[in-house]
Structure formats: structure tokens, C-alpha cells
């Protein structure tokens, strides 16, 4: 229950000093009658240490702790009536605290009864009857009190506890429903994206391979490839928004270095299985990459290479193009950047006529990973 080990603490270290507080007058008054004295101070120093067990944040109710509680009562009970000091009844009240939290209202009404009862025997054995008629219902008060206003603390906890489980079922039932929401919105792009898109792109596909009937040339394979890729990338597109698999980022970049026939596209990934937002990411940078080769690089090679690194995964790549003393941050490299930027990671470029481009992209390692 929330708010149980609060409570306890508090009952704790304010009952603690309450049984300080009734050992005083020993320390004040003295020891009066040694023979007596003994047992009594026995019988605190076990109460003390029983109330201390009992009112620890780990101690739940049950057969012990019900038994340390009787125990409790006992040793109260027994400094009465060996050598009472006035001040003993008020440990009773601690006992009723605690029955507050490990009893039902019933049981707890009848253990106070039953031990305000053995305190008027007590005191009736250690003094007279009319003393226990005057001491006893006091005391009687303030076990009552306190137990009705422990019983209150416990069932505003027990409250706050239902409200919170319904706040978090509340929680969960939106998120249930936002995830229905956007799994509707995923399959309704995916049909609209294959269908908008998959019809022209076949035609595209087609028509381009009976135009290779006539002798090949380099612009038209680096069309009819980019086709493939382009038709390759929608399908996978549907296909993530329709089912949502997990990427296999190694097989799906060997696929993707297959589909460039110039530059050569060498990979080099060990088989990494990094979270979905991260493995998403290094395919659209290398896909980038690959892109900016192609259509800038004029070069005969591109190397990628992805490895786990102590700090996280690292992405580097180089070509052997012409380069460029003025780098220009086009859409596509801008969003590589943001892309990285997002999980965290940091993106460096460089290029320079006659040396080509060469990037490093570091993603820090999942939080837990």
C-alpha cells in the first residue's frame, strides 16, 4: 500500500520517543525498589525492542507480528503491576497504533478492551481498585483514539491506492486505444501507398525493360536499378507499416549495395541488431549515402562500414569521387544530420577535391542496452 512505510516510519520514531519518555522517571526518581526495578526495566527495554521489530517498513501482519503486538501488551501489563510508575498505559497506545494497521476494527476493539481490562488488574494488584477506576478509562480514550485515527490513515491509503490503480488501468486503456489509432492510420497510408504509388511504379518498371531492347547504355541501367531500388523501397515501406517487423540491417544493406551497379558499394557490418529507431536510421543514412554517390560523387567506389564500439555504433563512409572544396548541405544530408542529431548521435563530413567524401556517424548505445 502507498504511503504503508511512511507511516510506519513515522509511528516508529515518534513511539520510540514516547518510550523514552515513560523511562524517564526512572532516570528521575531513581530505581525505588531494586528487586522490582529489574524486571520493570526488563519488560521496557523487551517492549522497546519488540515495538522497534514490529514497526519496521518490512514487517507486514501476520502470526509474528500478531504475537510481538501480544508480547508488547505483556510487558506493559507486567511493569504495572511490579512497580507502576503512572506513565506505562501509555505504551498501550502504541499497541493500539499498530492494531490499527494489522487488525480488522472488531479484533482490534476486543484485544484494547481485553488489555485496558488486564491494566485495571494491574493497577487494581499494584495500587487499589479505585486507582484503576480512575486510570483506566483514559488510557481506555486514547487506545480508541488512536486506533480509529490509525484505522482512517489506512484507509485513505487503501483509497489513494484504488485510485492509482485505476489512474494507471485509465492510462493504459488511452494507450490501448491511441495504439489502435495509429495502427488504423499505419494501414491506411500503407493501402493508400501502394496504391497510389506501386501501379505507376510497375508501369515505370515495364517500360523501362522493353526499352532494353536497344542496346544498353549507363543512364538507362542506373534507371531501370534505381527503379528496382525504388519499387523494392515501397514495398518495404507497406510492408513495415502493415506488420511493423524487426529490420535485419545487415541482409537489408547487402541488399541494398547489390542494386548500385557503379559505384561498387562495399559493405562491411558485423551482425548488428541494434533497437528499431537506430537500425531505421542507419539504413536511411546509407541509403543517403549511396543516393549522394550516385548522383554526386562520380565515383568508381563507395565503402560503408557499421561496427559496435564501445560508445555505441559507428558508421563510416568514403568514396573515391572527385570531392569538393565547398560542401554543400542539401536536403538529404540535412536530414541525415537531424536524423542522427535525434538519438543522440553526432555526424561528421568531409571532403576535398581529388580525396572524395568521407562521413562518420556515432550512435550512442541505448539507454539499458
Request: glycine letters at 8%; a neutral charge.
Amino acid at each position: 500500500m502507498p504511503g504503508l512505510s511512511d507511516t510506519l516510519r513515522v509511528l516508529r520514531l515518534s513511539g520510540l520517543f514516547a518510550w523514552l519518555l515513560v523511562a524517564a522517571p526512572a532516570v528521575v526518581q531513581g530505581t525505588g525498589n531494586p528487586r522490582a526495578f529489574v524486571p520493570w526495566l526488563g519488560s521496557l527495554l523487551v517492549f522497546g525492542i519488540l515495538f522497534a521489530v514490529s514497526t519496521r517498513t518490512s514487517a507486514r501482519p501476520g502470526p509474528s507480528h500478531h504475537a510481538a503486538l501480544a508480547a508488547e501488551s505483556a510487558c506493559v501489563i507486567t511493569m504495572v503491576a511490579i512497580q507502576c510508575r503512572g506513565l506505562e498505559g501509555t505504551l498501550l497506545v502504541l499497541v493500539a497504533l499498530q492494531l490499527a494497521l494489522a487488525a480488522e476494527r472488531r479484533a482490534g476493539l476486543v484485544v484494547i478492551v481485553a488489555q485496558s481490562a488486564a491494566l485495571a488488574a494491574a493497577l487494581s494488584y499494584h495500587w487499589t481498585p479505585r486507582q484503576a477506576f480512575l486510570l483506566v478509562p483514559p488510557y481506555f480514550g486514547f487506545q480508541l483514539l488512536a486506533f480509529l485515527l490509525m484505522e482512517r490513515v489506512v484507509l485513505e491509503g487503501r483509497g489513494r491506492a484504488e485510485l492509482e490503480r485505476l489512474n494507471a488501468e485509465l492510462a493504459a486503456s488511452r494507450e490501448r486505444l491511441a495504439e489502435g489509432a495509429r495502427l488504423g492510420e499505419r494501414l491506411r497510408i500503407a493501402g493508400e501507398l501502394h496504391d497510389a504509388m506501386g501501379h505507376q511504379l510497375v508501369a515505370l518498371s515495364l517500360n523501362l525493360e522493353a526499352l532494353g531492347s536497344t542496346p544498353r547504355s549507363a543512364p538507362l541501367e542506373t534507371a531501370r536499378t534505381l527503379t528496382r531500388r525504388l519499387l523494392d523501397d515501397v514495398e518495404r515501406v507497406v510492408h513495415a507499416l502493415d506488420r511493423d517487423p524487426g529490420l535485419d540491417l545487415p541482409a537489408a544493406l547487402r541488399a541494398l549495395a547489390a542494386d548500385i551497379p557503379k559505384p561498387r558499394v562495399h559493405v562491411e557490418a558485423s551482425e548488428l541488431r541494434p533497437d528499431a529507431a537506430r537500425a531505421h536510421t542507419l539504413l536511411r543514412c546509407c541509403q543517403e549515402i549511396v543516393t549522394n554517390a550516385v548522383k554526386h560523387a562520380d565515383a568508381s567506389n563507395l565503402w560503408i562500414t557499421i561496427q559496435a564500439g564501445p560508445n555505441g555504433v559507428v558508421l563510416e563512409a568514403r568514396d573515391d569521387g572527385a570531392g569538393t572544396d565547398r560542401l554543400v548541405l542539401g536536403h538529404g544530408l540535412s536530414g541525415m544530420r537531424r536524423r542522427v542529431e535525434e538519438l543522440g548521435g553526432a555526424l561528421d563530413l568531409e571532403t576535398r577535391p581529388g580525396a572524395g567524401f568521407r562521413l562518420r556517424a556515432l550512435f550512442p548505445a541505448a539507454a539499458g542496452a
